[in-house]
């Protein structure tokens, strides 16, 4: 048996997304910047994923903008916004357990002579309204902060954030990186008062290699790729129409039905919580509690054991989950997040994370389960980290 557990790093493609990602490869394979029939044919099934993915977010399907990922998404926003209204201010705010695609975005900014403040987060990873209120000044520009944290599944406050700021400087531009929580969280970027927020298809069974970023209309943003002027000049090079089309898929799907794959996920979550406590000693569970968190994401210290020497013994046998952020994996550096939380410093690397998606089954979590139960006292025995 295998158990994939590491979603959160990608997934799986929903079938009728593989599906049309072939049919738009090998029948519908037209440019649609091309005037010909099958370049039109092209450019109606983008225009057609605008319309889908809009629906999600209930906006207006030409505030969609096609990138290839997360990284892409965040940092157009970033670098976007910052060069179009430094002449405003040159100070940021986020978050100091951001996704590395946000923290190296704004050190590379800080070289542009921009400023950067980073907000601490409590033991649950959550930002402090307090805090972020205290942090806003006149030359403030623009607030990046992630709905959902990669590493924990902490939610952070978004609509009061986004209230907050508002209240106090309605030019202050409000970025969200949403990859870890669109397609588990009802996001309305209207009523958040979010301009910009982030996507990546291939967490939310998608293709790998296609996001999307939402720019609210009216936006001061200019653009940081430079070609044949695609996507209105924000976003040059040739439409990627099968990412396109798969991502638009993945997203009807992932939000139809959408209370009833939640309501799963939570179950899987809270099942696979109460297990670990009950059948495992010297272990502690991160970030918020099971019901305030996301419902897709566990992160768990095994005291005693390195996290690489029990993702090496699971995945030996057929079980896949990751140490902290996936994205991150091959870096030895040590957690941000985990370090923001307070999180013992004899834990920090003592820490995996497993993480679900709808495909998920009760069984894997059993798998999961019944092998670190039967292995982790004795590796502890031979392996103590």
């Known amino acids: 048996m295998e158990a994939y557990l590491d979603n959160s790093a990608t997934t799986r493609a929903f079938d009728e997304v593989a599906q049309a990602v072939v049919k738009a490869m090998t029948e519908e394979y037209g440019n649609a910047s091309s005037v010909h029939h099958m370049g039109t044919v092209a450019g109606d099934r983008v225009a057609q994923a605008r319309e889908t993915i809009a629906a999600t977010l209930k906006v207006d399907p030409q505030e969609i903008l096609f990138t290839s990922g997360g990284t892409e998404s965040d940092n157009l926003a970033l670098i976007g916004v910052a060069r179009a209204n430094k002449w405003r201010g040159k100070h940021i705010i986020t978050t100091s357990i951001e996704h590395p695609a946000i923290q190296e975005t704004c050190t590379f900014l800080e070289k542009e002579g921009f400023e950067t403040t980073y907000l601490p987060v409590g033991p649950d990873g959550v930002v402090d309204l307090e805090v972020l209120r205290a942090a806003i000044r006149p030359d403030t520009i623009l607030v990046s902060m992630m709905f959902v944290n990669n590493e924990i599944g902490a939610i952070e406050p978004i609509e009061d954030a986004g209230k907050l700021i508002k209240s106090i400087n309605p030019d202050i531009y409000f970025h969200v990186d949403a990859v870890q929580a669109y397609g588990k969280v009802l996001i309305r970027p209207r009523s958040m008062n979010i301009d910009l927020l982030s996507v990546s298809g291939h967490k939310i069974h998608g293709p790998k290699g296609i996001g999307f970023l939402y720019i609210k209309k009216g936006t001061k ?145 059993d798998y999961l389960l019944d092998t670190l139960c039967s292995q982790v006292d004795t590796m502890r025995k031979f392996y103590r980290h």
């Open 221 to 365: 943003i200019v653009n940081i790729c430079y070609g044949g002027g695609q996507q209105k000049g924000m976003r040059s090079g040739t439409e990627n129409v099968p990412g396109i089309m798969g991502i638009a898929l993945a997203a009807k799907m992932c939000y139809t039905d959408f209370d009833e794959h939640i309501k799963k996920l939570y179950e899987l979550k809270q099942y696979l919580v109460d297990s670990l406590n009950e059948r495992l000693s010297d272990i502690k569970i991160n970030g918020p509690e099971v019901s305030k968190g996301a419902p897709h994401i566990v992160s768990v210290s095994i005291k005693g054991l390195a996290a690489e020497t029990v993702l090496n013994m699971l995945s030996s046998k057929g079980i896949y989950v990751s140490a902290g952020s996936a994205c991150t994996s091959n870096n030895p550096h040590v957690s941000d997040t985990l370090k923001a939380i307070g999180l013992d410093k004899n834990l920090l690397e003592s820490t995996i994370r497993i993480s679900m998606s709808v495909m998920t089954t009760k069984e894997e979590i």
